[in-house]
């Protein structure tokens, strides 16, 4: 799929107040690593097939002065933060090498706390208000495939903001050498009875559904691979697995 464009995204986070984006260009050669390929796989995560993964757009909240100043390379990227537990599993693959697992690759995450607020950035508002949480790095962090391919994040379940629908982001370098920028995303259902939950409740559900979302919405087969399914529940916590297809 072809990358969204960026500046519809851009207008849509516009309406929801100021946003801080010089200088948030991700640093991509703060961590040396070397990746091999292990032997194949057949695993593919919610993914389906091995395939290479949609790319999306990197949005208007990334890391605010790359690696260099904010070293998050942590499993737990949750920093205090309240909130359902979520467990993800990434695993990487080569689809253009009979789905070989790819170890020591990095993979970033990030995204909104419970009440849709970024870590990193002022003048965010929502229903709950503007808020700023410039110097703030919660929700934020990085790991290296195993030799499984897998890399593993205990995060909580991400709120959401006005103009998407509920997301996470994702990055996967190999070799400093950025291989993939996409996003992935839950079922609605799923969606609703976490928002509904105590913790949740106030900033209430997401009126956003997947379909109808400027990222997810313009390709309902790219949108079936990137919705991950959940096991769990709102007392327990919820996990998933996914698949990341790339090329080397």
Known sequence: MERKNFLKTFALMAAAGPMIIDGCKKDSTTKTSTTTSSTSTSTSGTSGS??????????????VGGELTNPLDRTDVTAGQTGVPLTLSFVVVDAGNNCNVVSNARVDIWHCNKDGYYSGYANQNSSLGSKSYVGETWLRGYQLTDSTGVAKFTTI???????????????VYVNN????????CFSEATNNVVYASSLYSTHGVNPITNEADSIFGNSLTD???ETVALTGSVSEGYSGSYTIGIKL
């Open 50 to 63: 091995c395939i290479v993964t949609a790319d999306e757009v990197e949005g208007p909240y990334p890391y």
């Open 177 to 184: 050498v950025m291989k993939k920028t996409t996003q992935i």
């Open 157 to 171: 379940y991400p709120g959401w903001y006005a103009g998407r629908a509920t997301h996470i982001h994702i990055e």
């Open 223 to 225: 949108l079936a691979n």
